[in-house]
């Protein structure tokens, strides 16, 4: 399963590259649905993230498209900790986005070794 951006800002995207998620970056409202039906359309992509910015621009058909599967909602950002609480995937993806910045870090020489063992990292 892969994450997808869709992102109105290249620094999003450049961020998120780094953590070794591709993405998009978009303007218009058209541009954001095309974007939506092409990462809907890609079976390996799981989880579609957006800009605040974006969502707002298009809310009634990003609701529209998401709530074919089902039950749809919009979580403020401020319910995100609540959220990932509740599912527990919480430490699966701080590890899976500190691991990704580490290892890109380390692919452009910014970094020295990763230790393999907690003991070698003190």
Same mark, same amino acid.
């Given at each position: 399963?892969?994450?997808?951006?869709? +992102?109105?800002?290249?620094?999003?995207?450049?961020?998120?590259?780094?953590?070794?998620?591709?993405? *998009?970056? %978009? $303007?218009?409202?058209e541009e954001v649905t095309d974007a939506l039906e092409k990462a809907k359309a890609d079976k390996?992509?799981?989880?579609?993230?957006?800009?605040?910015k974006l969502i707002n621009m298009c809310k009634q058909t990003v609701y529209d498209m998401f +709530?074919?599967?089902?039950?749809?909602?919009?979580?403020?950002?401020?319910?995100?900790?609540?959220? *990932?609480? %509740? $599912?527990?995937?919480?430490?699966?993806?701080?590890?899976?986005?500190?691991?990704?910045?580490?290892?890109?870090?380390?692919?452009?020489?910014?970094?020295?070794?990763?230790?393999?063992?907690?003991?070698?990292?003190?």
């Amino acid at each position: 399963m892969k994450f997808f951006l869709i +992102s109105d800002n290249t620094d999003t995207q450049m961020g998120m590259r780094l953590a070794g998620i591709e993405g *998009i970056v %978009v $303007s218009r409202p058209e541009e954001v649905t095309d974007a939506l039906e092409k990462a809907k359309a890609d079976k390996d992509i799981g989880v579609v993230l957006m800009t605040e910015k974006l969502i707002n621009m298009c809310k009634q058909t990003v609701y529209d498209m998401f +709530s074919r599967t089902g039950r749809a909602e919009f979580a403020d950002e401020s319910m995100i900790h609540c959220i *990932i609480g %509740v $599912s527990g995937s919480s430490p699966a993806y701080t590890y899976m986005y500190i691991d990704a910045l580490a290892q890109a870090a380390q692919a452009s020489s910014q970094a020295a070794p990763l230790p393999s063992t907690t003991s070698e990292a003190r």
